[in-house]
């Protein structure tokens, strides 16, 4: 089993900062991708920004610019460095890891979710 657990998320002013973690441990050989996704009420989750093993990264439209994703491959840790924070991102934020087995199978895995509040 894996577990993802995230912290970071809180109450911020509009055009402030908050920085997202979230750590993996359990039976890990490997972590593929890393990434973070965020879900609006009564919405599906969608994905904002994704770092690959390789370092490649992705980020959505709505974050580009604004948001950074890093990781620390040795602590299988991946961060989300949110700026110019607008209340449009308030939201709860999930914590994605694709992870290689010992034995070779894969699974995909998910953090408890985080709130982030942007106040006007």
């Known amino acids: 089993?894996?577990?993802?657990?995230?912290?970071?998320?809180?109450l911020v002013q509009s055009g402030?900062?908050?920085?997202?973690?979230?750590?993996?441990?359990g039976e890990i050989f490997r972590v593929l991708s890393m990434g973070w996704y965020r879900q609006f009420p009564g919405k599906e989750r969608e994905l904002i920004a994704q770092m690959a093993s390789g370092g490649n990264t992705y980020y959505d439209d709505s974050v580009m610019d604004r948001f950074t994703i890093s990781r620390d491959n040795?602590?299988?840790?991946?961060y989300l460095q949110m700026d110019t924070l607008k209340p449009e991102d308030t939201a709860v934020y999930y914590c994605n890891a694709e992870i290689q087995h010992v034995l070779g199978t894969?699974?995909?895995y998910w953090g408890q979710g985080t709130q982030v509040t942007v106040s006007s």
């Open 16 to 25: 402030g900062s908050l920085r997202l973690s979230c750590v993996a441990s």
């Open 106 to 108: 894969r699974g995909t």
């Open 1 to 10: 089993q894996v577990q993802l657990v995230e912290s970071g998320g809180g």
């Open 74 to 78: 040795a602590e299988n840790t991946v």
